[in-house]
């Protein structure tokens, strides 16, 4: 966890999590994590129900893969320079999650099925 990297990393004598900036870092991870998590909830409710299995899917995998790759990149951020080094778990992160943008659907094409399923249903309900 990067909130446990910052409590224990010191500069200056001071550990980084006493810095506000990289408390909003923590804090920006954390609503992204949360949110994504909510979104697969909610499509997976709807999955099961029969009420959505087109849009909520693409929704939830769209924003996570995007948010993956930001906290991602704030978790390097967290770790300063260390986080750039290959032997350290963070890089590799950094560097995996960006696959997740491509694969089962890439962002493009989730947006397509996001914005056609969005104006087809709008079509319907004329
Ligand atoms: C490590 C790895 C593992 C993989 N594992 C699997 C697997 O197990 N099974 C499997 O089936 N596949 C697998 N793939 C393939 C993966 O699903 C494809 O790479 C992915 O779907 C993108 O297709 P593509 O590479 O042909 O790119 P393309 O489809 O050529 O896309 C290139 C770019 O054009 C955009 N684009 C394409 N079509 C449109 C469109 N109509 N409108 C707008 N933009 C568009 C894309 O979004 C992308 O930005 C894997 C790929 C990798 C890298």
Do not use: N, W
Request: aromatic share 6%; glycine share 12%.
């Amino acid at each position: 966890m990067d909130s446990t990297f910052a409590a224990v990393t010191k500069q200056g004598g001071t550990p980084i999590g006493d810095f506000q900036l990289v408390q909003a870092m923590l804090a920006d991870q954390q609503v992204g994590v949360s949110a994504g998590r909510a979104l697969v909830r909610d499509a997976a409710q709807k999955y099961v129900s029969g009420e959505d299995r087109r849009i909520s899917p693409s929704v939830a995998k769209l924003y996570c893969t995007e948010m993956a790759g930001k906290v991602a990149d704030l978790a390097v951020q967290v770790h300063g320079g260390t986080g750039y080094m290959r032997d350290v778990p963070v890089e590799r992160i950094y560097r995996e999650v960006r696959l997740l943008r491509l694969y089962e659907g890439t962002s493009e094409i989730q947006r397509l099925i996001i914005g056609g399923g969005l104006v087809r249903e709008a079509k319907k309900a004329l």
